[in-house]
């Protein structure tokens, strides 16, 4: 399914370290395959009074993960697709759980703005590969910055955590990866429709992102914005009419979206 096992003991302790496991919390796994990473968690919140939730697409691997955990009452196993999956189900308030996993690198995007869906956890540590961490947390005006590092930085803080070579997982993969925290920004900026504006800004932008601003504010079919608000909306983002997204921050694509018709 597109995943590579983590074997590196050093690193499993490493990651359980930086997932930080608060009192009473409640810490979902996505991805725990053989549970390289569920035994140190489970550890950790069965000494803070926590719980540890184990999601696992592979019907195989929840079966054995079931029978290791199955004397334990603070683990779950659910065999289920996370994508599929409303956090609301898995605990009263999603806004206070902790996420973490070793997700397989072809669904990183689709898993990463699913997780940022309303109402987002606290935190979520995620083993990606470096190429898209470096896209995740990229910085305006970079070669990587472009509509993901928006998507991701518009609603929460980036931090690139540990480094990952191929060798320390099985398979070894033939890319590096990297452990990235992502924290959801409490209160959130921007209201939902204020957010469901930010994509749609966001994503015709950097569809014509050779193009200039002013020009693919006017004449984008998804934005069409008439020639009086321009100035407005391209001095809220801190632009000029002649720049290019890339050049445009978090937080100016942000005051953009808010003056959206």
Known sequence: MGQNFLVDGNLRRRI?????????ETV?????????????????????????????????LARRLSHRFRERSDVTVIQADILELDLAELTPDPRGLKVVGNIPYNLTTPIVFHLLTRPRPSEILLMVQREVAQRIAAEPGSGDYGALSVGVQSVATVERVLKAPPEVFRPRPKVHSEVIRIRPLEPPPLDPDEELALRRLTRALFQWRRKQLRKTLRDHPDLGVAPELLDRILAAGGAQPTHRPETVSPEGFVAMARLLP
């Open 16 to 24: 359980v370290e930086e997932t930080r496991v608060a009192p009473h």
């Open 28 to 60: 979902l796994e996505i991805g725990p395959g053989r549970g390289a990473l569920s035994e140190g968690l489970a550890r950790e919140v069965q000494e803070r009074e926590g719980r540890l939730v184990l999601v696992e697409l592979d019907r195989e």
